[in-house]
């Protein structure tokens, strides 16, 4: 079936860094990829919405700035937490679509900072 | 405001027995539904849909009901077996968007 890589699957690190996430739909072509942030025992809350070649769609709330999506390829999308805060501290997953099937989610990473 | 909700965070149920999971929507424009198994630091897999025009859909053990008048959706599993211990989300499509609810964590007893 479909495959979705998302790396790395854990990060700790400093505040103040700068994290990438990368999401790749390994045996499709992905039109369209989505980020999740997903705080305990709460629901996936999509954060935006990727098209290849376009600017990301962001949900109200999520600071553009802070979450930098880049969506380089049909098969490629990466997320950028700049300068991060313990406040970013979650787990993130990342989801690709393509036409005429389901959604198939990475296996998330999980975001540490101290 | 949530647009969807799984109001069960957790549900237990002997080996054998049906497992029902439920979830309840607010959106009419919701067209595809969806339910995805999630297990312990890993994403949600796929596991059944559902478009708007039916009511019903079965794979093997699974199947899941729409009642669209009740804005409800069900997942049936029967028989139930340890290994479909998981989180159960379910989700449903407005364009292409997807709304999840928060899941319940189902755990099935040998």
């Known amino acids: 079936g479909a495959v979705v890589s998302q790396h790395p699957s854990w990060v700790i690190c400093k505040s103040g860094t700068s994290v990438k996430i990368e999401c790749r739909s390994l045996?499709?072509?992905?039109?369209?990829m989505f980020w999740y942030r997903q705080f305990p025992k709460q629901s996936l809350m999509l954060m935006a919405t990727s098209n290849e070649g376009s600017k990301a769609t962001y949900e109200q709330g999520v600071e553009k700035d802070k979450f930098l999506i880049n969506h380089a390829s049909l098969t490629l999308s990466t997320l950028t937490v700049t300068s991060a805060h313990p406040e970013d501290s979650s787990f993130y997953i990342c989801?690709?679509?393509?036409?005429?099937?389901?959604?198939?989610f990475g296996d998330g990473t999980r975001l540490s900072i101290l | 405001d949530q647009q969807v909700k799984q109001n069960s965070p957790s549900l237990s149920v002997q080996e054998g027995r049906i497992s029902i999971l439920n979830c309840d929507y607010t959106n009419s424009m919701f067209d595809y539904f969806l339910w995805y198994k999630k297990y312990p630091a890993e994403g949600p897999t796929f596991l059944i849909s559902?478009?708007?025009?039916?009511d019903k859909n079965e794979d093997g053990r699974f199947t899941v009901f729409l009642n669209k008048s009740a804005k409800h959706l069900s997942l049936h599993i029967v028989p139930s077996q340890p290994g479909d211990s998981a989180v159960y989300f379910c989700a449903a499509r407005d364009f292409n968007k997807f709304y999840f609810g928060s899941g319940t964590k189902l755990n099935v007893k040998p």
């Open positions: 559902i478009s708007s025009i039916k």
């Open positions: 989801s690709a679509l393509s036409s005429n099937q389901p959604q198939h």
């Open positions: 045996d499709f072509q992905a039109t369209t």
